[in-house]
């Protein structure tokens, strides 16, 4: 392979690959968690939910600590590399059938990249 090119990279496995943060820390921790904020019940939904909504090729995995703490609960969607704020059952909703089925944004639940 000439030094140049750039390497190719096999098709991706999923199509959306979702991470929920679902880290929980020690009660009065300074940066809190997604888990005392109700991660873990949201990402029980999101993985029955896309499943219910017929998604193919998407994954809803639990993820440790993403280090936006602050902003939590949060989930990160890849390949996009989207974040979001997750706070209630209709955010996950709005989440899975704005990005994941329709490949649009949900605008007014996404994090700052900076
Ligand atoms: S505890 Fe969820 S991002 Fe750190």
Redesign the pocket.
């Known amino acids: 392979m000439n030094q140049t090119e750039l390497p190719v990279d096999p098709p991706q496995f999923y199509d959306a690959h979702l991470f929920v943060?679902?880290?929980?820390?020690a009660e009065g921790h300074p940066?809190?968690?997604?888990?005392a904020k109700g991660?873990e019940g949201l990402r029980d939904y999101m993985k029955t939910r896309a499943k219910a909504m017929g998604l193919k090729r998407v994954r809803v995995n639990m993820?440790?600590?993403?280090?936006?703490?602050?902003?939590?609960?949060?989930m990160v969607i890849y390949p996009e590399g989207v974040w979001y704020k997750i706070e209630t059952e209709a955010d996950v909703d709005h989440v899975l059938t704005a990005h994941v089925r329709d490949g649009g944004r949900a605008q007014e639940l996404m994090l700052p990249n900076a």
């Open positions: 943060c679902c880290n929980k820390r940066r809190g968690s997604c888990a991660a993820a440790g600590c993403l280090d936006r703490c602050e902003h939590g609960p949060c």
